[in-house]
């Protein structure tokens, strides 16, 4: 096939961009500016940062598509790269996802509900904004913020100094969002091509801590209706953006009086997502593979899911690997990183054909790395999806 693929950020994301593209012939090249980026582990690294043109003008003659491992590349490094090379995601698309506001503003143009919300410039515009809003509330950052950073939680409205002390001043502005008990959160994970094929995988439930993402379950049961209204709402807003790669899409499964069970959109990410890294072994087709068929204009491949998958989030350093190896059916990820507080360093999928032997298994797992806490969740869910 020979065709290579450009990709803008050299993470974890890219890393698994490279595995999955290298069985189909294709070739990469990853551009970051660290120089221990893990990506370039598996493929030639290109060291330069966002606005080094002399070097994305080399890079973009050497491949035959732009894509994207990390959604805050600058929307104008995108634009410039469109007029050399071809690049998907589109950087309107790109520079929507990368703005929560234009993002929540989209979700209600295609007609899915978000949690309250309000754009904050000003101390003044805080105070309005918590009235409009009302609280508990969650001040966040507009844009650059990811894994819970950028954020502030408000109990009340007293907390609006602390809130404002924490991110006022933020030169991109900020948005206040109604704080959602919601029941629990799922994402879509989705693929576009550029003839307009469009693909979804099972709905994923996602446990999070201090914001981060801690364990996906795949498929997640929740009612049909929720479920095809979550994919419908994804193929919207992909038709709307003219969308081309694999995308995910965060909700809050939320059910109130008034509304009954509804889903409140709360993100999009414009690239594959750490959600969706169950389907590496827990899908026909990962999200890897389908989002560099997708930018190369190749056939799509089928997304069904094979059993029952549990993704568990190594994040700071990793855990024994042996305690996941020894399990059949565990797959352990080590994305060649250092430890650090907060960084993902890797992730294991536990797959298994029913509910009762996932639950089994994460129970040896989570009692043999002390890790308790990080499992439990999946297992009641998986428990009561039993009962
Ligand atoms: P985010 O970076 O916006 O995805 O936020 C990270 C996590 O914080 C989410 O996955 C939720 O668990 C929680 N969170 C974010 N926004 C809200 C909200 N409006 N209401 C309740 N929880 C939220």
């Known amino acids: ?29 990853v551009v970051d500016s660290a120089e221990d980026a893990c990506a370039g582990q598996v493929a030639p690294l290109v060291r330069a940062d966002w606005r080094d043109f002399a070097a994305l003008e080399k890079f973009a003659q050497d491949i035959d598509v732009a894509t994207f491992d990390f959604e805050n590349v600058p929307a104008e490094t995108a634009q410039w790269l469109t007029a050399r090379t071809r690049v998907f995601p589109n950087p309107r698309a790109l520079a929507i996802a990368q703005d929560r506001l234009a993002e929540k503003t989209l979700f209600g143009e295609c007609g899915l509900g978000t949690p309250a919300f309000a754009a904050v410039d000003t101390r003044e515009d805080l105070d309005v904004a918590l009235r ?22 408000l109990k009340s409205t007293h907390d609006a100094d602390a809130a404002w002390a924490a991110l006022g001043g933020n030169a991109h502005g900020l948005i206040l969002e109604a704080f959602v008990t919601f029941e629990c959160e799922v994402s879509v994970i989705a693929v576009r091509a550029p003839n307009g094929d469009f693909r979804t995988w099972p709905l994923t439930r996602n446990w999070h801590a201090d914001g981060i993402l801690s364990a996906s379950l795949a498929p997640a049961h929740v009612d049909d209706a929720i479920a095809r209204a979550a ?38 990410a414009p690239r594959v997502h750490n959600s969706g890294h169950w389907t590496i072994e827990g899908a026909v087709t990962s999200q890897f593979e389908n989002h560099v068929r997708a930018v ?44 650090r507080a907060g960084r993902k360093v890797g992730h294991a999928t536990i797959r298994a054909r029913d509910d009762a032997t996932l639950a089994d298994t994460l129970q040896r797992i989570g009692n043999a790395l002390g890790r308790q806490a990080q499992v439990q969740a999946v297992i009641d869910a998986l428990h009561a999806r039993a009962a």
């Open 132 to 153: 409009e809003v009302g609280a508990p509330a969650i001040l966040k950052t507009r844009r650059l913020g990811y894994d819970g950073k950028g954020q502030f939680r």
């Open 296 to 339: 190369l204009g190749l056939p799509l491949g089928y997304t069904a899911a094979i059993g029952r998958s549990c993704m568990l989030n190594w994040i700071g350093e990793l855990p024994d690997a042996n305690a996941i190896l020894r399990e059949s059916g565990a797959h352990w990820h080590d994305y060649g990183k250092s430890p």
């Open 231 to 268: 994919f419908a709402h994804a193929r919207t807003i992909a038709e709307k953006l003219d969308y081309v790669g694999v995308f995910a899409l965060e909700l809050f499964v939320h059910e109130d009086a008034v509304h009954g069970k509804e889903l409140l959109g709360n993100e999009m």
């Open 1 to 29: 096939m020979a065709m290579t693929v450009g990709i803008l950020g050299g993470g974890q994301l890219a890393r698994m961009l490279v595995l999955a593209g290298a069985p189909l012939g294709v070739r990469f090249v």
